[in-house]
Nanobody
Framework: QVQLVESGGGLVQAGGSLRLSCAASGRTFSTYSMGWYRQAPGKEREFVAGIRWTGDNTLYADSVKGRFTISKDNAKNTVYLQMNSLKVDDTAVYYC??????????????WGQGTQVTVSS
């Protein structure tokens, strides 16, 4: 099993920035990828960004390209999501996720509890 703990959510004004962190523990060696999803009230959960533990391969949703940056610290088993130029539409619960299906898959198997991000106008 892999445990994921998110932190860094909060309330910010539109145009501001937040950085989310996700600390992974447990059988992290079994995972290939980490990612972030989000779910806004009344909407389905959607993919935000992903990163491989090995190499520099990243993937972003079109809605966050150029504003959000996903990064990692392998030594700390931690992944970050730097969110800049935040919009009201970015308001959601953000979930950290980890995948164990191989180095070419962007499917995920483990989920954190989520952290709330609220962007005010």
């Amino acid at each position: 099993q892999v445990q994921l703990v998110e932190s860094g959510g909060g309330l910010v004004q539109a145009g501001g920035s937040l950085r989310l962190s996700c600390a992974a523990s447990g059988r992290t060696f079994s995972t290939y990828s980490m990612g972030w999803y989000r779910q806004a009230p009344g909407k389905e959960r959607e993919f935000v960004a992903g990163i491989r533990w090995t190499g520099d391969n990243t993937l972003y949703a079109d809605s966050v390209k150029g504003r959000f940056t996903i990064s990692k610290d392998n030594a700390k088993n931690t992944v970050y999501l730097q969110m800049n130029s935040l919009k009201v539409d970015d308001t959601a619960v953000y979930y950290c996720t980890a995948g164990r299906r191989g180095a070419t898959s962007w499917q995920f198997d483990y989920w954190g509890q989520g952290t709330q991000v609220t962007v005010s106008s």
